[in-house]
């Protein structure tokens, strides 16, 4: 998961770097939700593996 939000992340700054604003946006948009994701199941799976 952390390394497809890379992957966006970089398609988003490769886009912004040639003009394309929109491209850009929803790359970066999407990097955020996946970075986001993978920090919540990293939590839960910490707490888990603290709790067992």
């Given at each position: 998961?952390?390394?497809w939000?890379?992957?966006?992340?970089?398609?988003?700054l490769i886009a912004g770097f040639l003009g394309f604003g929109?491209?850009?946006g929803t790359?970066?948009?999407?990097?955020?939700?996946?970075?986001?994701i993978f920090l919540?199941?990293?939590?839960?799976?910490l707490f888990r593996r603290a709790a067992s």
């Open positions: 998961m952390l390394g939000s890379i992957t966006f992340l970089v398609v988003a929109g491209v850009a790359a970066a948009g999407i990097a955020k939700i996946l970075f986001f919540i199941l990293f939590v839960i799976t």
